[in-house]
Every structure is written in C-alpha cells, then in structure tokens.
C-alpha cells in the first residue's frame, strides 16, 4: 500500500485476519476496520470460561449419549431433546 502512496484504508478481517486487522488500526494505518472472529484475544478468564464450556458440553454429550439414539428417533424424543436448540432466541418460534 505504501508502493501505491496509499496511507489510510478500510479493513475486514475473519480469524487471523482479524488480528492482522488490529495489528494495522493500532499503527493507525486504517480508517476503518471490522474484525470478525478475532483470533486468541480473550482474557485469560475469558480462555478459561471457554475451555470449562467445551469441557461441559463435552461431558453432557458423553453423559446423552445412550439415550440420544432412541430418543431422537421419534418426533416428540426430538423435541424433547433439542428443545434448547430449536427455538430462535430472539421471537421465541420454533
């Protein structure tokens, strides 16, 4: 960009273009910038809430598994069992 004479511009960046993103606004060689998934950001507590969610599902999926086969093969089981999941969060359809 510099080869170009351009000084400024706008970036987008997805997961380690992100990063690469914050890396050029804080030389404040952007105008603008979206950064989409940054990669390795969070907070050590923030990592660690992150591991003990994964950790969890882990668990809950292990823990569901024999009964998620019988369960899930009839309409109501589905239900049941993806009620958390089907709903949209926002209007509350299915």
């Known amino acids: ?9 706008h ?4 997961s380690l273009g992100a990063r ?15 950064a989409i998934s940054p990669d390795d950001l969070g ?3 923030e990592r660690m809430y992150q591991l003990m969610a994964l950790m ?3 668990v809950m999926a292990t ?9 899930t093969s009839t309409g109501p089981g589905r ?3 993806f009620a958390g999941e089907s709903r949209c969060p926002t209007t509350r359809r299915w």
């Open 43 to 45: 907070t050590p507590d």
């Open 20 to 34: 690469t993103a914050f890396e050029l606004a804080g030389r404040g060689r952007v105008r603008s910038m979206i």
């Open 79 to 81: 239900s049941v069992f």
């Open 1 to 9: 960009m510099d080869a170009l004479g351009v000084a400024e511009y």
């Open 11 to 14: 970036v987008a960046g997805n």
């Open 63 to 71: 823990l569901s598994a024999p009964i998620a086969g019988p369960l």
């Open 56 to 58: 969890a599902g882990r």
